[in-house]
């Protein structure tokens, strides 16, 4: 039988406790023992469980991006080979609170790496796994001809052919240009949006999935660019996708009403934007993952940027105030909660991949922010995003710091799902409860920034 998070007894109001009417007026929801109440600003983060790599050994491969089946039950995470020559673990999360890894798949050969993962929201027991060639070069210059295997593959592990244990590769698609770093689904048609990394022409791909034995590439669009990231909006109609390099850079909106013939609507250049300066201001360089809220006429971007002064998330305005689909609005940004000026081997305090969370009227954030591990932010107001505790994913090996990727949210059973590159993957409860610790910190336990700050010198 499947469990729950321990906070089932705990009433959720959810998505239905926010007042939207309210909200698009750009305050936050009224104060009330069910959101907003007290001096803590609303935002809890606590571990459930943890599968830590086999052998505790955080060298067997480098973890990347976590995803989850739509039920809840199987947790899927790619990787970069490393010893354990691995790029796609499937885990059990039957029991939240011990996740267990039920196979580990290869790469089809030692010159492929896998950056992304996706669970068929169509078809159980199927997840898709991208393919690139594992020494991409720079981004302004990528790898485009290798003897590796570029595109995705598709992993059958309960839905015809094969099992969890022994899962099947029933079909693989090549793409043109230097492999798939993301890819997304339609929830609601056939279709797969993969990124094939080409800085100076059309970078995204439009798959018809409707036979997942045989999918096949229908569409190329976009501007110029690298397109690093895009998510499909259902209420929108419409394709959210985060340009990162290349001759374009910035926020592209477009209409996929004709999934499979999409129309670009608008695009915001961060050419036109300042660069990043100071730590805590916004600046707007290398755009890198774009998260549309379901319930608001808003948009998150994340922005990985590693030089002196990282990258944070910025608040767009798509129709809650005066933006729109055809020109997005940035309204507010923040950094991680220990954001601070870098150097060489100091650490990445830069953002990574977030997912928003509806919880007793409150809007959560929780981004899987590398040194700063897993970490939650209040955006209720979101001219007003505060960070709230942070928890470092660096448990169960000796000598090794937070360097957590993804953080993905799982509705059906309300737990969030993170993948730390070097320490596995990790299950968490977030809730709209009040914010606990100084700083950000949580409780006793959740963050020592000393004893990470040492582990770097």
Same mark, same amino acid.
């Given at each position: ?7 089932? &007894? ?11 009417? @309210? ?57 970069? %080979?490393?010893? @354990? ?8 999360? $039957? ?11 290869? /790469? ?23 393919? !690139? ?13 290798? !003897? ?9 592990? $309960? ?27 339609? %929830? ?36 110029? @660019? ?54 805590? !201001? /916004? ?103 505060? /960070? ?13 710091? %937070? ?41 006793? @336990?959740? &963050? ?10």
């Amino acid at each position: 039988m499947v469990d729950t998070p321990r906070r089932t &007894f705990v009433r959720r109001l959810g998505a239905a406790g926010i007042a939207t009417t @309210g909200l698009a007026q750009g305050v936050a929801a009224e104060d009330s023992e069910t959101n907003r109440s007290g001096d803590r600003t609303r935002g809890r983060l606590d571990k459930l469980g943890q599968a830590l790599p086999p052998g505790a050994n955080p060298d067997h491969v480098t973890y990347t991006f976590g995803h989850v089946s739509p039920d809840g039950t199987w947790g899927a995470v790619s990787s970069f %080979p490393e010893d @354990g020559n691995v790029i796609s673990s499937l885990y059990d999360l $039957s029991d939240l609170e011990d996740p267990e890894l039920v196979h580990e798949l290869g /790469p089809p050969n030692d010159m492929t790496r896998s950056n992304d993962i996706k669970f068929d929201p169509h078809r159980e027991g199927i997840y898709i796994r991208s393919l !690139e060639a594992d020494d991409e070069g720079p981004l302004d210059d990528p790898v485009a001809d290798t !003897e590796g295997l570029e595109g995705i593959e598709v992993v059958d592990f $309960s839905c015809e052919e094969g099992t969890p244990t022994d899962p099947e590769v029933v079909a693989t698609l090549e793409t043109p240009y230097t492999g798939v770093h993301k890819l997304t689904d339609h %929830p609601e048609e056939t279709v797969l949006y993969l990124v094939d990394k080409r800085p100076d022409g059309p970078g995204i791909i439009g798959v018809d999935f409707s036979d997942h034995r045989n999918p096949t590439v229908e569409a190329q669009f976009g501007p110029d @660019g690298y397109c690093h990231d895009m998510e499909v909006d259902t209420v929108r109609d419409a394709l959210h996708a985060a340009y990162i390099f290349g001759d374009n850079v910035g926020y592209a909106t477009f209409d996929i009403s004709d999934p499979l013939n999409p129309t670009q609507l608008g695009f915001f250049d961060y050419d036109d934007q300042p660069d990043y300066e100071t730590v805590g !201001e /916004p600046g707007f360089e290398l755009a890198h993952q774009i998260h549309p809220e379901p319930k608001r006429d808003l948009a998150i971007m994340g922005d990985e940027v590693f030089d002196t002064i990282p990258g944070g998330k910025h608040v767009f305005d798509i129709g809650w105030g005066e933006g729109s689909l055809e020109d997005p609005k940035p309204i507010a940004f923040m950094g991680s909660p220990d954001a601070r000026e870098q150097e060489e081997g100091q650490g990445v305090w830069t953002t990574h991949f977030h997912d928003v969370i509806y919880d007793r009227g409150e809007v959560l954030l929780v981004d899987g922010g590398y040194t700063q591990g897993t970490w939650v932010a209040n955006i209720t107001d979101p001219c007003d995003p505060t /960070p709230t505790e942070r928890y470092a994913t660096d448990d169960g090996i000796d000598d090794v710091e %937070p360097y957590c990727w993804s953080a993905y949210y799982n509705e059906a059973r309300e737990f969030a799902f993170a993948a730390d590159s070097g320490t596995g993957a990790y299950t968490f409860e977030v809730s709209a409860l009040p914010a606990r610790g100084e700083d950000c910190g949580g409780p006793d @336990g959740h &963050f020592d920034l000393d004893a990470i700050l040492d582990d770097e010198a």
